[in-house]
C-alpha cells in the first residue's frame, strides 16, 4: 500500500461542476502539498497546507490531521482547468512522498 | 525570474551511453532535489541535496551519480544508461523545512 493516495485516478467532468479530489496518507506528516501539471508541462505548486483550509481563487484545499486526509476542490471548473493534479506529503528534510496523480478533464 | 531551469528538454540516448542532466535555480535556495516520473507511479526521489558540496541518497538511487559544486546548480549523470531509465526527470529546489517547492519543467529522456 502506498503512503499516499488519491482518488479518483481519473475524473472527467463538464465546465461548470465542482470538482473534489481526495487524499489519504498514512505516515505522520508535518505539510502537504498539492501541485499541478499540465500535459507535456512542468509541476506547479497550488498550495502547502499543515492544517485546516487554504482558498486560492476557484480552488480551495482542506485537511484533516485526525484522518488523515486532505480534499482539493475546484469550483465552477473549466477546461483550462485540466490537468494532472498531485498529492504530496512531507515529513521532515522537506523529502516528498507523492501520491499517483489524479488526471483531470474539464469538457466545454 | 528563470526560477528552475532544466537542461535539456529532451534526449534519446542508446543504452551505455552516459549523460548529465543540469538543473538551475536562481532563487538562492538551500535544498535541491532530482526525481523521477513514470507512467501510474507518483513522483520518486533520486538523490538530494541540502547545501552546496553535499549530496544523500533517495528512494531510487542505483545507476545516478550527483553533484553540488555550487549552491545554484545540481547535476545528475548517468554513467551507463539503461532503458530502465527512460522517464521524464524533474528537478526541484525550495529554501529548509516546509516550504513551497519549485519545478523544473521537466527533462524527457529515452534510453534506447
Known amino acids: 500500500k502506498n503512503e499516499v493516495e488519491q482518488s479518483p485516478q481519473n475524473l472527467t467532468a463538464q465546465e461548470g461542476e465542482f470538482i473534489t479530489i481526495n487524499c489519504s496518507y498514512s505516515?505522520?506528516?508535518?505539510?502537504l502539498h498539492w501541485l499541478q501539471q499540465h500535459p507535456g508541462g512542468g509541476i506547479v505548486s497550488l498550495f502547502m497546507l499543515s492544517s485546516g483550509k487554504k482558498k486560492h481563487g476557484r480552488l480551495i484545499a482542506t485537511i484533516n490531521i485526525q484522518e488523515k486526509h486532505s480534499s482539493l476542490h475546484i469550483t465552477a471548473s473549466h477546461p483550462r482547468d485540466s490537468a494532472v493534479y498531485i498529492c504530496?506529503?512531507?515529513?521532515?528534510?522537506?523529502?516528498?512522498?507523492f501520491g499517483q496523480g489524479t488526471r483531470l478533464t474539464i469538457n466545454p | 525570474n528563470a526560477g528552475v531551469t532544466q537542461t535539456p528538454k529532451f534526449r534519446v540516448l542508446k543504452t551505455g551511453q552516459s549523460m548529465t542532466l543540469l538543473c538551475a535555480q536562481d532563487?538562492?535556495?538551500?535544498?535541491m532535489y532530482w526525481y523521477r516520473q513514470d507512467p501510474g507511479m507518483g513522483l520518486r526521489l533520486i538523490h538530494y541535496s541540502v547545501g552546496e558540496g553535499t549530496t544523500a541518497k533517495g528512494e531510487v538511487p542505483d545507476g545516478y551519480n550527483v553533484s553540488r559544486l555550487k549552491k545554484q546548480n545540481f547535476l545528475l549523470g548517468l554513467e551507463s544508461a539503461a532503458p530502465s531509465q527512460t522517464s521524464v526527470y524533474f528537478c526541484?529546489?525550495?529554501?529548509?523545512?516546509?516550504?513551497?517547492?519549485?519545478f523544473g519543467q521537466g527533462t524527457r529522456l529515452t534510453v534506447v
Open positions: 504530496a506529503v512531507s515529513s521532515g528534510a522537506q523529502k516528498l512522498v
Open positions: 526541484a529546489s525550495s529554501y529548509p523545512g516546509d516550504t513551497e517547492a519549485f
Open positions: 505516515v505522520g506528516i508535518s505539510a
Open positions: 532563487m538562492n535556495h538551500e535544498y
